[in-house]
């Protein structure tokens, strides 16, 4: 007969071994739910058709501009939030990583595009700045793992309402922004700004003996730069195609820069593989890097093009 201290002891490894099995579970399914919330976050809908209604009368700036207000506001309204300056669980270097990484992928670019709309896109020689451009820069620039004092949701979030700000004031009356002026010497600075981010994107994903935790982040900042320069090239095709219309070499090379990195911005594999080149498994890296190094070499062409 089984004594009763057999019976407990039976019943206690029957529930550490339950225990285990519901443990392993949960591993393995917080990955595989975090993968497809992830995908349906790299999905940004922005409605540019609604922005093509205005035609010619759209005052230059209201599609830049709010573009790049919108791609931050949806990482902000995002479930979890941004990621960066989480210290459990989320933020970059830890378990959740992925987004994280993304996102400071995504700020970086953000910041240096409106750099170059203060700088250049909406100010020529001595005139002064645009108020709300440079309230949107230096709000946008604060320390991005930041957790209070301020932190850095609550300054891009001021940054993004900068950029809103900035959209009303060019169909205020009086006007009280200042539109881009949609010189072709001036967008040259832009594509310069981004040949060098995908540059330095290019280096890493090409990099040899990453380790394996350097990996994902390296794959996910580089989507991030991908994501902003996929939509901002979109508002670029509505914002200069009044005086575009006579170069179809451009508008159609602006199309295949958003395709190459929209393709970019939304490849998400379940686990970043980083195997050799003839290896049997694949380089996640590489094939990322493809898209990039592609859309880099057609904003070459695009600088040739506006050159001339």
């Known amino acids: 007969m089984t004594s009763e201290g057999e019976v407990r002891v039976h019943r206690r490894s029957r529930l550490w071994g339950g225990g285990a099995v519901l443990l392993l579970l949960l591993l ?48 902000l309204d995002a479930p979890f939030g941004w990621r960066p300056n989480d210290i459990v669980v989320w933020g970059p270097g830890i378990w959740a990583d992925n987004n994280s990484n993304r996102q400071l992928g995504i700020i970086q670019t953000v910041r ?19 108020q709300n451009l440079v309230d949107a820069d230096t709000k946008l620039r604060n320390d991005e793992y930041k957790l209070w004092f301020p932190s850095a949701e609550n300054r891009f979030g001021e940054g993004a309402a900068a950029l809103r700000r900035y959209v009303e004031g060019l169909t205020s009356s009086p006007q009280t922004s200042k539109p881009m002026n ?62 575009l219309r006579e170069r179809a070499t451009v508008l159609q090379l602006l199309e295949q820069v958003e395709r190459s990195l929209s393709r970019a ?44």
Do not use: C
């Open 28 to 75: 393995l399914a917080v990955p595989i739910v975090l993968h497809f919330m992830q995908r349906m976050h790299d999905q940004l809908r922005l409605d540019f058709e609604a922005s093509l209604a205005g035609g010619d009368e759209r005052v230059p700036g209201e599609v830049f501009a709010g573009t790049l207000a919108a791609i931050v506001e949806h990482e």
């Open 112 to 130: 240096e595009t409106t750099r170059v709309l203060r700088d250049n896109l909406t100010k020529v020689s001595a005139t002064e700045y645009d």
């Open 182 to 243: 949609r010189r072709n010497v001036e967008l040259i600075r832009l594509f310069q700004t981004w040949t060098d981010l995908l540059g330095s994107a290019h280096a890493n994903l090409y990099a040899q003996d990453v380790s394996f935790f350097e990996t994902d982040d390296q794959f996910y900042h580089a989507q991030g730069m991908a994501h902003v320069m996929a939509h901002i090239a979109r508002a670029i095709e509505l914002e200069y195609g009044p005086e």
């Open 265 to 308: 911005a939304t490849l998400k594999p379940l686990i970043v593989l980083d195997s050799s080149p003839d290896g049997l498994f694949a380089n996640h890296r590489r094939n990322l890097d493809v898209f990039i190094v592609d859309g880099r070499q057609l904003m070459y062409s695009i600088r040739d093009e506006l050159e001339k």
